[in-house]
């Protein structure tokens, strides 16, 4: 009796196993899909926030519920000025200004100012020497449009950022090279939350405090 039951045991788990591999790659799927993805990181751009192939996981949810925050690290689709040839490409970077800020470069101890206040920036790349990157190659002085963000990369000088594309924008009119530097909102894939990869970098991505401070925009 014992034999006959396990025997019918084991041919209901061998029946029933192609089905739970169907459902297990379909919450997969739609998990990847509309939750949680991975990203790996193939450049210097983010330094040393992120390394050279470190793996991100994102949070595509998010963002669905309200809009990318200062200090939030995010995953966008790159605005194809933006593109170096591959159609569709993933960029990450820090989002420094959101709708209707206005972020100037610099205050007298060269730090940026979002809407009159200035913002210490911890993460900005250090080199090996000590020697900290500037936070911007020049000066400037710009408002984010709607619907659009600024972003920068911690690794100022490294970084196919906000501000390169505003300082090298085909354009001659301000609206056209604040558009051409900008980030469409709803161009964003989604916010990077944690480095889970390699095991010995496995850390939170949370928004630096010293955004805090930082007053929303027309206050």
């Not at 297990?24 to 926030?49: D, E, G, K, N």
């Not at 390394?51 to 966008?76: A, Q, S």
């Not at 594309?165 to 609206?175: K, L, P, R, V």
Request: aromatic share 10%; with cysteine; proline share 5%.
């Amino acid at each position: 009796m014992i034999d006959e039951q396990t025997e019918k045991r084991q041919g209901s788990f061998w029946r029933e196993l192609p089905i739970l591999l169907g459902v297990a790659i379909l919450v997969a799927v739609l998990v990847r899909a509309f939750v949680l993805q991975t990203f790996y990181i193939p450049s210097p751009s983010m330094q040393h926030t992120l390394e050279l192939w470190d793996r991100v996981l994102v949070n595509k949810l998010v963002y669905d519920f309200r809009e990318p925050r200062r200090g939030e690290i995010v995953v966008f689709k790159a605005p194809g000025v933006w593109q170096s040839g591959q159609e569709g490409e993933d960029f990450i970077k820090r989002v420094i200004g959101q709708p209707g800020d206005n972020v100037v470069c610099c205050d007298d101890q060269h730090r940026l100012m979002i809407n009159g206040t200035s913002l210490d920036e911890p993460y900005v790349y250090v080199e090996s020497d000590g020697t900290r990157n500037q936070v911007a190659s020049q000066n400037f002085n710009i408002t984010v449009p709607a619907g659009r963000l600024w972003v920068m990369g911690d690794h100022r000088e490294a970084s196919g950022d906000s501000l390169q594309h505003y300082i090298d924008s085909s354009q001659t009119e301000e609206a056209g090279k604040i558009n051409e530097a900008t980030v469409p909102i709803d161009s964003v894939v989604g916010r990077a939350f944690t480095i889970f990869w390699p095991v010995n970098r496995a850390t939170w991505l949370s928004v630096p405090g010293e955004f805090d401070a930082i007053p929303d925009a027309g206050k």
